[in-house]
């Protein structure tokens, strides 16, 4: 079974500048999280969706957004990027029964310059 | 405010010995603990959890402790072996937050020495 597909692996932008970041969940697993890890940082939670719902938010600003699809994947959206915006963001699914398990993508690599 | 804390920002083992790995938590309202391992250009991969109803849980050469009066829990590997060495984390959710949110310590480097 394919595991969480993110996609770009690796992102440059610039200051200003928007970016989308897609992610696939493993079949059968109907709720996504996104995540965003600084360097030396653990994983903080952004966004939670299930189900097509939004189900959790974290502490980032109205510039970060995020949606999913029919078919459970998922965008993140950012908007008017700063340099603190660059990290490694990571989208985790679960399988309804075991919720809090979270299994992870590789992550996309944002850099912005 | 640091929800959940590991403390040792890195740990080198023998090969073959035990490594034991240190969370610490402060929020009472956390029922459910997970340890996750990650390579680098790797997400993290899940490794083991533990029900806040239990106080260990095992897999294999995984051992994890928890003592919820202490607000700390443990995760033991033995033996150690060389494919160990990565960034392991601690993170904690709560049901009562009506989502799946994890919180994340900041990790522990792990190195096995051969």
């Known amino acids: 079974d394919a595991g969480v597909t993110q996609s770009p692996t690796h992102l440059i932008k610039t200051r200003g500048q928007q970016v989308t970041l897609r992610c696939s969940p493993i079949s059968g697993h109907k709720s996504v999280s996104w995540y965003q890890q600084v360097l030396g940082q653990g994983p903080q939670f952004i966004f939670q969706?299930?189900?097509?719902?939004?189900?959790g938010r974290g502490n980032f600003p109205d510039r970060f957004s995020a949606r999913q699809f029919p078919n459970y994947s998922s965008e993140l959206n950012v908007n008017a990027l700063l340099l603190g915006d660059s990290a490694l963001y990571l989208c985790?699914?679960?399988?309804?029964?075991?919720?809090?398990?979270?299994?992870f993508g590789q992550g996309t690599r944002l850099t912005v310059v | 405010d640091q929800q959940v804390k590991q403390n040792s920002p890195s740990l080198s083992v023998q090969e073959g010995r035990i490594s034991i790995l240190n969370c610490d938590y402060t929020n009472s309202m956390f029922d459910y603990f997970l340890w996750y391992k990650k390579y680098p250009a790797e997400g993290p991969t899940f490794l083991i959890s533990i029900s806040s109803i239990k106080d260990k849980n095992e897999d294999g050469r995984f051992t994890v402790f928890l003592n919820k009066s202490a607000k700390h829990l443990s995760l033991h590997i033995v033996p150690s072996q060389p494919g160990d060495s990565a960034v392991y984390f601690c993170?904690?959710?709560?049901?009562?937050?009506?989502?799946?949110?994890?919180?994340f310590g900041t990790g522990t480097r792990l190195t096995i020495i051969p």
């Open positions: 969706y299930y189900e097509k719902e939004e189900r």
């Open positions: 985790a699914s679960s399988r309804p029964g075991s919720p809090q398990e979270a299994f």
């Open positions: 993170a904690a959710s709560a049901r009562d937050f009506g989502n799946e949110k994890l919180t």
